[in-house]
């Protein structure tokens, strides 16, 4: 704020006089409440000016604040104890590693979360959520770790390759050298560091690599997804829990990861198939955090430019384009399934037709565009042009679907009208009608639909459902009806 001084010289007589009489408050409060009324008696139109540009640079000034803040995200497992906490300090790896080091060598009467001193405890969620931010912001979330005191193991986020994880001795050594010598920059310290763990790496369940994600095969394509085959060629015994790394018998793994064509992204589980010596095939269960689905995604799209010459984005659209394509060799199905689009964004509205594999069901819209605005960096894309193997169509065909989902029919899996503009996003809910949220709501439910534990895609439709139940915007009593219909 552009302050400045008004001061008042007094005679100290007069000013403990006026002291003594003042019923309430001191003689500087006297004058502030007098400056005040003065300031209220400006003509209005210049008040109102220059508060509202007073609370925009407060307003700025605090974004600043924010903006200006670092954090650093902790994981700690310990006498088996869990607890998520985070710094409000930008402590990077060589910062986590000094201060282990230091913990290590005390006598243990705190906890290494109390060793840490003042923090803010977080959840599980809010701590997946600052690994994904260190990946995207590094300078923002300075450094994302995970460390278990019963395992012994240290696991630090990199902005480029994920997870990567060592024994705390090796990491209390290395911190150890970093600092031995006087006189070297922070470069210089960061270099031995890393120098001496360069040959350290474990594996760590929890915690898969860039160093441990290689596919080999084909990319084929499952009910709308792509299906990458992951070579295991590192310790899945360490990662996975299992115990097919030994001469004791002959089981095997096929590990799989597969990426949502329509969605736009990672699926949020690892398919791990265990087939036994004797025949027996058993499912293990191994859900991705940030750090692995933003690695993944990154390993998938270069074995996909390999394999194809194309990113995911365009290989996943030729394949959902294929799928309109009639199919001569087999009868023509009863039920096409079709989705209506009709987005506005930046004035312009477009009305858009999906059908066969391309069509998307209400939760598959919210995960794909919450992609979209998470990874939005060219501003000239809109959304309408992401959604894969459109057509356009008339207000009137997106009408008469609409009315077709009002009347149950089996065809139009969705009939969506998302207003960017106004964020807002509606959808059909058959009979009931028009039924429109937020966008923040809506996206909100999207990723709560994915967090870990339900695999199933019903599932994730019914939690999505259930988080948008007391979400609905307020409309007139006589039905939802979707915002004024604007020209293509």
Not at 61 to 90: D, M, T, W
Not at 209 to 223: M, P, T, Y
Not at 328 to 357: A, I, M, N, Y
């Amino acid at each position: 704020m552009d302050s400045r001084e008004v001061s008042v010289w007094l005679d100290r007589r007069w000013y403990a006089a006026l002291f003594r009489h003042l019923d309430s408050g001191t003689v500087e409060d006297q004058l502030d409440r007098y400056l005040k009324e003065l300031i209220s008696q400006l003509p209005k139109e210049e008040y109102d000016q220059i508060s509202r540009e007073i609370q925009e640079e407060d307003l700025r000034q605090q974004q600043e604040i924010e903006a200006a803040k670092k954090f650093s995200a902790f994981h700690v497992r310990e006498h088996g104890q869990e607890e998520y906490f985070q710094l409000e300090r930008p402590w990077d790896v060589l910062n986590a590693a000094s201060i282990l080091r230091e913990y290590l060598r005390k006598d243990k009467q705190d906890s290494f979360s109390d060793f840490c001193g003042i923090r803010q405890r977080i959840t599980a969620w809010d701590f997946d959520q600052l690994v994904g931010a260190h990946m995207e912001n590094p300078k923002k979330v300075t450094g994302a770790f995970a460390l278990d005191f019963d395992k012994k193991e240290f696991s630090t986020v990199d902005a480029a390759d994920g997870w990567r994880s060592y024994f705390m001795q090796d990491v209390s050594v290395a911190a150890y050298r970093a600092f031995r010598t006087e006189g070297l920059s922070a470069r210089q310290r960061m270099a031995r560091f890393t120098e001496r763990l360069a040959d350290c790496e474990i594996e760590s369940a929890g915690h898969l690599s860039a160093r441990q994600i290689s596919f080999a095969e084909e990319i084929s394509e499952i009910d709308g997804r792509l299906n990458f085959y992951m070579e295991t060629n590192f310790d899945v015994d360490a990662v996975f829990g299992t115990h097919v790394c030994t001469d004791e018998n002959d089981d095997c793994l096929n590990v799989y990861a597969d990426y949502d064509m329509a969605a736009g992204q990672v699926c949020d589980e690892l398919e791990v198939d265990l087939h036994r010596a004797d025949g027996r095939e058993e499912s293990v269960p191994y859900t991705f955090n940030a750090a692995e689905k933003a690695v993944l995604l990154r390993k998938m799209e270069a074995y996909c430019l390999e394999q194809t010459g194309m990113t995911l984005k365009d290989y996943s659209a030729q394949l959902m384009a294929e799928d309109l394509e009639p199919d001569q060799q087999q009868e023509p199905k009863e039920v096409r399934h079709v989705s209506v689009f009709r987005v506005t964004q930046d004035g312009r509205t477009d009305h858009l037709l999906t059908e066969g594999g391309g069509a998307m069901d209400t939760l598959h819209t919210a995960l794909r565009l919450r992609a979209y605005l998470a990874d939005k960096t060219d501003s000239s894309e809109r959304f309408a042009q992401t959604i894969p193997a459109a057509d356009v169509i008339t207000p009137e065909v997106f009408r008469e679907y609409a009315d077709e989902v009002q009347q149950d029919a089996e065809r139009v899996t969705a009939a969506l009208d998302i207003d960017l503009d106004r964020g807002t996003f509606s959808n059909v809910a058959g009979a009931d009608g028009w039924q429109t949220y937020t966008v923040s709501d809506v996206l909100a439910a999207a990723w709560n639909a994915t967090i870990p534990h339900w695999s199933d895609w019903e599932a994730r439709r019914c939690v999505f459902a259930e988080q948008l139940e007391d979400k609905l915007v307020g409309q007139e009593p006589t039905g939802i009806t979707p915002p004024t219909e604007p020209t293509m």
